[in-house]
C-alpha cells in the first residue's frame, strides 16, 4: 500500500531553523514534494525533490533520499508567518492505479512560531 | 492569472438532497482531483482524472461521483449527502507531462460543505 508519516506537529521560535520528516512508502515512486496552508487557505506549492540532495528556494530547502524513503523541509530563520501546516506528497504511479499517477499526501505537520 | 475557482465556497445542505461543486481551471491542465480535508487526516483524495472522459477513484470515492466532460471543468457530485460527508473539499489541477516531472499541484480555494 501507500502511506506517508510526518509529525503532527512542530514548536520553535522567531529566527530559529526547523525540520519536518517525512518517511513514505510506495511504488512507482516519481517525487517528493512539499505544500504549506494556512489556516481556511487552500495549500500552495513550496518545492519538488525527484533527485537524491538538497533543494534550496530561499529560506526554505528541502531533501530526498530515495534510497531511504525519506525526504525533509527546511524552514530557516523562521517567521511568524511561517505558523503554518505542512503537508509532504509523494507523486507515483503505484502498481495497481492501472498506469496512473497520483498525488497522494501525508497528514501534514502544523508548525507554530513563537516570539 | 492561473487559478483554480470552486464555488461555493461555503454550503450547509440537508441530508439526501443532492448537490454539486464546479471546479474550473484555465491552466490547460490535463489532470485534476477532488480532495476532502478533515482534522487529523490530512488531504485524502476522493477522484481524479487524467484528462477528459477518463476519471478514476482515490481514496475515499464512496458517496461521490465525478465528471470530465471538459478539460476546464471537474465537478464533484454528491448524489445524496449525509453527515458524514461533512468536510473541506479542495479541487486541484496540475499537468501530466511524463517528462516534467515538476507537477505543482494549483488548488482551489476551497468548499466547506455541512451536511445536517
Known amino acids: 500500500g501507500q502511506s506517508l508519516e510526518q509529525p503532527s506537529e512542530v514548536t520553535a521560535v522567531e529566527g530559529a531553523i526547523v525540520q519536518i520528516n517525512c518517511t513514505y512508502q510506495?511504488?512507482?515512486?516519481?517525487?517528493l514534494s512539499w505544500y504549506q496552508q494556512h489556516d481556511g487557505g487552500a495549500p500552495t506549492f513550496l518545492s519538488y525533490n525527484a533527485l537524491d540532495g538538497l533543494e534550496e528556494t530561499g529560506r526554505f530547502s528541502s531533501f530526498l533520499s530515495r534510497s531511504d524513503s525519506y525526504g525533509y523541509l527546511l524552514l530557516q530563520e523562521l517567521q511568524m508567518k511561517d505558523s503554518a501546516s505542512y503537508f509532504c506528497?509523494?507523486?507515483?504511479?503505484?502498481?495497481?492505479?492501472?498506469?496512473?499517477?497520483?498525488?497522494?499526501f501525508g497528514a501534514g505537520t502544523r508548525l507554530a512560531v513563537h516570539p | 492569472e492561473a487559478q483554480v475557482t470552486q464555488n461555493p465556497r461555503y454550503l450547509i445542505t440537508v441530508t439526501g438532497k443532492k448537490l454539486t461543486v464546479t471546479c474550473s481551471q484555465n491552466?490547460?491542465?490535463?489532470?485534476m482531483s477532488w480532495y476532502r480535508q478533515d482534522p487529523g487526516l490530512g488531504l485524502r483524495q476522493i477522484y481524479y482524472s487524467m484528462n477528459v472522459e477518463v476519471t478514476d477513484k482515490g481514496d475515499v470515492p464512496e458517496g461521490y461521483k465525478v465528471s470530465r466532460k471538459e478539460k476546464r471543468n471537474f465537478p464533484l457530485i454528491l448524489e445524496s449527502p449525509s453527515p458524514n460527508q461533512t468536510s473541506l473539499y479542495f479541487c486541484a489541477s496540475s499537468t501530466l507531462r511524463e517528462t516534467n516531472l515538476n507537477t505543482e499541484a494549483f488548488f482551489g480555494q476551497g468548499t466547506r460543505l455541512t451536511v445536517v
Open positions: 491552466m490547460n491542465h490535463e489532470y
Open positions: 506528497a509523494v507523486r507515483a504511479r503505484p502498481f495497481f492505479s492501472g498506469g496512473y499517477n497520483k498525488l497522494i
Open positions: 510506495t511504488s512507482g515512486f516519481y517525487g
